[in-house]
């Protein structure tokens, strides 16, 4: 056992091979995935602190929270993606309101078929909410996308476009 491990190692080594990258991905998602959770858990202590008004610790969990939300956004995961355009949308966890971050964090989301961020684009799109100017071939394309992974919402918004005439 330990002799087939020890081969695999020095395969790895020896020959970086597709294999090799899978592995560095996985590694990758693993951290980006722990940076998430971390970013949850100072997230939840920002809102009990800001509830308990203790606005100097809620303020450093509110940074810790972005601070690893946007560095699991940046290895590519779309649930931290999707949590910084939010918060860029409506301007939480200390940050300010930013429309274009917003939509370049949801888009980036969006893009790895995460159906919350899809349908969030299309509303924004469908009623030019939030510096997004309305533009209903880009509402459609992400409220069908969303809704067909069975997100309810772009379902029942898709369905009351097309009766009111939005989309054609």
């Known amino acids: 056992m330990i002799v087939n491990k020890i081969k695999k ?11 090799h990258l899978q592995g560095m991905q996985n590694i990758r998602t693993d951290e980006a995935n722990l940076e998430f959770e971390q970013a949850q858990c100072f997230e939840q202590l920002a ?14 969990n509110n940074r810790n929270a972005i601070w690893n939300f946007l560095s699991a956004a940046l290895k590519g995961h779309s649930d931290a ?18 429309y274009t971050h917003a939509e370049e964090w949801l888009t980036k989301a969006a893009k790895q078929d995460h159906s919350d961020a899809q349908y969030k684009l299309g509303v924004c799109y ?21 809704a067909k992974q069975g997100h309810h919402e772009a379902q029942m918004t898709l369905e009351k476009a097309y009766s009111q005439l939005a989309f054609s």
């Open 9 to 19: 190692i020095v395969d790895a080594l020896l020959s970086p091979s597709d294999q």
């Open 47 to 60: 809102i009990e602190h800001h509830l308990t008004c203790d606005n100097d610790q809620s303020t450093y």
């Open 126 to 146: 469908l009623h030019g909410q939030s510096g997004l100017d309305k533009n209903y071939t880009h509402a459609e394309e992400w409220l069908k996308k969303a």
């Open 81 to 98: 993606q999707y949590k910084l355009g939010v918060c860029y949308l409506h301007g939480q966890l200390g940050l300010d309101k930013n």
